[in-house]
């Protein structure tokens, strides 16, 4: 299963972006979808996440400003992020698992795409 980003970029203070990654491959199902996100320097972190049923949760620091959503048909995920600062740079990673059309589980990574927020 292979996972590809989209949406990265060179942004203000304050400004907006929005991330999407699609997966493809033998998807037999998916089941939680989430992003991470690493800084120079610094290990990589859990953004947020969202479950087949839509539940979602938030590390603290990006609550009330990112929104991640899915489309299980087009089996993308997104994230929507606002109000963003330069502490939120960093290479953003999409994951997700579920199970192969031969019933095996899977659990893959996106490449990365890199959000530079400038002050």
């Known amino acids: 299963v292979q996972l590809v980003e989209s949406g990265g970029g060179l942004v203000q203070a304050g400004g907006s972006l929005r991330l999407s990654c699609t997966a493809s491959?033998?998807?037999?199902?998916?089941?939680?979808m989430g992003w991470y996100r690493q800084a120079p320097g610094k290990q990589r972190e859990w953004v947020a996440d969202i479950t087949s049923g839509g539940l979602t949760n938030y590390v603290d620091s990006v609550k009330g400003r990112f929104t991640i959503s899915r489309d299980n048909a087009k089996k993308t995920v997104s994230l929507q992020m606002n109000s963003l600062n330069p502490e939120d740079t960093a290479v953003y990673y999409c994951?997700?698992?579920?199970?192969?059309?031969?019933?095996?589980?899977?659990?893959?990574w996106g490449q990365g795409t890199q959000v530079t927020v400038s002050p």
């Open positions: 994951n997700a698992g579920g199970l192969s059309r031969t019933i095996r589980p899977f659990d893959s």
């Open positions: 491959g033998s998807i037999f199902s998916m089941n939680t």
